[in-house]
């Protein structure tokens, strides 16, 4: 053993029993899995480490993985229990069904991540010359699933790049409004004169035909208020990918921000990468991450900014947990005066998403009687009911009036 030496490079591309590439692949995955960010490009590169190193020392082996995989210091911990399970699992046998029981309890999201690693070691099991070639699923549709219904304040720093994707693409739709303007229509419900007058000149002036004019429809401008206290701390940064989105897709967007005072950002989410919005977004801010005092920043919204953003009935959106600080009556005042204002007014709280949660503070008991609809805003999925309910094709809020 000692005089040879292997050639690492035909072990890798030509173990049939050990099949090193699919354990390599669920290495990936089970980092992943544990929230360390892992690309394509880190995976090549620990192909083509195991190709130099000698695959007999584990300590190799693992300094190199660490190498590549590892920039965070909280990630070592895991990373070395991840790292274990891939060596009991070496080029001498195949991939065993892996157990992330112990490994994931203390994760978020365990059960879920659970099952797709336990999906992916069945499919690690050896395949005759006539079944079809391995195709890593977990990357596709199955992550993207996984992704849809995962909570934001879950995620780790590579599945939220992959959200701002996701977000982008949402197909956001407000309400129409009837203008008044007009614009000739054959089935109009409204005759126009002045075209009928001049269409029939040629006759002589005898009505013969009659013109018929329509009054035309825009879509609702879209206002945001959102709460980045310190409860919503963990949603914030996602939140404002969100309101990048809606910025991108739409004409009429405003958005504020608030924690212990009201602060817009609106031309800040007009910037062309939503990394640049985000930071100099977030730069704007002055309270970020501090106490909350809804009904202090909604009366700041009402007296300074409702005359000039809520004409012509916008639809509202305000995106707090509820925790408040101040006064319910005043909240409830000024929630009062927000709805009246607007056409539509809908409370996205991400404590919804759980199914144990109760409307129970004061600040949320205080505004639920002047909403229209109280939805979630934890994940893609509820994002993805929002734009329905925007769209007026489906009531799937709870409503309150």
Not at 111 to 140: C, G, H, M, W
Not at 199 to 217: D, I, K, P, S, Y
Not at 235 to 262: I, K, M, N, P, W
Request: charged residues 25%.
């Amino acid at each position: 053993m000692e005089n040879d030496t292997p050639n690492t490079k035909y072990e890798i591309r030509n173990t049939q029993s050990g099949h090193l590439l699919p354990n390599i692949v669920h290495f990936g995955r089970l980092l992943r899995a544990l929230g360390i960010p892992v690309t394509p490009a880190q995976m090549l590169d620990f192909v083509a480490a195991l190709e130099i190193v000698d695959l007999r020392r584990r300590d190799d082996v693992q300094e190199s993985a660490r190498a590549i995989f590892i920039s965070r210091h909280e990630h070592l911990a895991l990373f070395d229990e991840a790292f274990a399970l891939f060596w009991r699992a070496r080029p001498t046998s195949q991939m065993p069904p892996i157990d992330l029981g112990k490994l994931l309890k203390r994760q978020p999201g365990a059960e879920e991540q659970y099952r797709l690693i336990s999906r992916s070691a069945a499919e690690s099991q050896p395949r005759s010359e006539n079944d079809e070639p391995f195709v890593d699923k977990l990357f596709t549709a199955t992550d993207r699933e996984v992704l849809r219904h995962k909570d934001f304040a879950r995620m780790s720093d590579y599945e939220l790049a992959q959200v701002k994707e996701f977000m982008q693409a949402l197909p956001w739709q407000p309400p129409l409004r009837r203008t008044h303007r007009r614009r000739p229509d054959g089935r109009g419900d409204q005759l126009d004169l002045r075209r009928t007058f001049r269409h029939n000149l040629r006759f002589g002036g005898e009505v013969l035909h009659l013109a018929q004019r329509q009054r035309t429809t825009k879509r609702r401008r879209l206002v945001v208020l959102c709460d980045i206290s310190g409860s919503m701390d963990r949603y914030a940064r996602v939140l404002l990918q969100f309101l990048y989105g809606l910025s991108q897709s739409l004409d009429q967007v405003e958005a504020f921000v608030f924690s212990t005072r009201l602060t817009r950002i609106t031309r800040h989410l007009h910037r062309r990468s939503i990394d640049e919005a985000v930071e100099q977004a977030a730069r704007t801010v002055h309270d970020w991450a501090g106490g909350t005092r809804i009904g202090e920043a909604i009366h700041t919204f009402n007296y300074e900014w409702g005359r000039r953003v809520l004409g012509q009935g916008a639809v509202v959106l305000v995106i707090s947990d509820g925790w408040d600080r101040g006064e319910p009556a005043q909240l409830d005042a000024e929630m009062e005066r927000l709805h009246r204002s607007c056409h539509r007014l809908i409370w996205l709280n991400p404590l919804l998403g759980s199914p144990t949660y109760q409307p129970l503070t004061r600040g949320i008991q205080a505004a639920l009687p002047h909403v229209d609809d109280f939805l979630p805003v934890h994940n893609l999925v509820s994002l993805e009911q929002l734009a329905v309910v925007l769209a007026g094709k489906a009531g799937t809020g709870r409503r309150f009036r």
